[in-house]
T-cell receptor, first 113, second 109 residues
Framework: KAGVTQTPRYLIKTRGQQVTLSCSPISGHRSVSWYQQTPGQGLQFLFEYFSETQRNKGNFPGRFSGRQFSNSRSEMNVSTLELGDSALYLC????????????FGAGSRLTVL | LAKTTQPISMDSYEGQEVNITCSHNNIATNDYITWYQQFPSQGPRFIIQGYKTKVTNEVASLFIPADRKSSTLSLPRVSLSDTAVYYCLVGDRGDKLVFGAGTILRVKS
């Protein structure tokens, strides 16, 4: 079964810095979604990419951006970090095109000090 | 996207059957119902998906009445390791998938 590798698993940044997180679908799935999870807001949808194009977007400020490469790997970037950006960032792939069954990675735990 | 409503939390004991109901009154014709399980500091894991009537796999059963305005996830004979958050999602294939607050299931010995 296809999986998802996220790096780094843990990182600490300070306010004002920027961060880049990476997501690599093992089997080259073309759809990659990103979610933010915090204790207060739960799992929130950030955006979804399909074949290098952003297909869906959640309600996050422009400081949150992403992209997908031709090999299906995806990155998300958060600029001008705020304390409230501390969260578990999860990447997910759809098990088949157009399906709504997701396989999630283990996540990247970001702490902003 | 159809909004879902689930109980905030549920308690059970080992060996019991647990039923978690999700309300989705404005479900659309093309929407599927999908349930996920999440353990702390891990990504959600797919449990089961259905469109109507009943679906069963090795982990759970999903019951969907004819009007499809609700669904019930049934976990047979739960164990301590089933303690997790359970999410019900409703959406068409290809929709962005929006997670609600989920149901915290606590299994006690």
């Amino acid at each position: 079964k296809a999986g998802v590798t996220q790096t780094p698993r843990y990182l600490i940044k300070t306010r004002g810095q920027q961060v880049t997180l990476s997501c690599s679908p093992i089997s080259g799935h073309r759809s990659v979604s990103w979610y933010q999870q915090t204790p207060g807001q739960g799992l929130q949808f950030l955006f979804e990419y399909f074949s290098e194009t952003q297909r869906n977007k959640g309600n996050f400020p422009g400081r949150f951006s992403g992209r997908q490469f031709s090999n299906s790997r995806s990155e998300m970037n958060v600029s001008t970090l705020e304390l409230g950006d501390s969260a578990l960032y999860l990447c997910a792939i759809r098990d088949s095109p157009g399906a709504n069954v997701l396989t999630f990675g283990a996540g990247s735990r970001l702490t902003v000090l | 996207l159809a909004k879902t409503t689930q109980p905030i939390s549920m308690d059970s004991y080992e060996g019991q059957e647990v039923n978690i109901t999700c309300s989705h009154n404005n479900i659309a014709t093309n929407d599927y119902i999908t349930w996920y399980q999440q353990f702390p500091s891990q990504g959600p894991r797919f449990i089961i998906q259905g469109y109507k009537t009943k679906v069963t796999n090795e982990v759970a059963s999903l019951f969907i009445p004819a009007d499809r305005k609700s669904s019930t996830l049934s976990l047979p004979r739960v164990s301590l390791s089933d303690t997790a958050v359970y999410y019900c999602l409703v959406g068409d294939r290809g929709d962005k998938l929006v997670f609600g607050a989920g149901t915290i299931l606590r299994v006690k010995s």
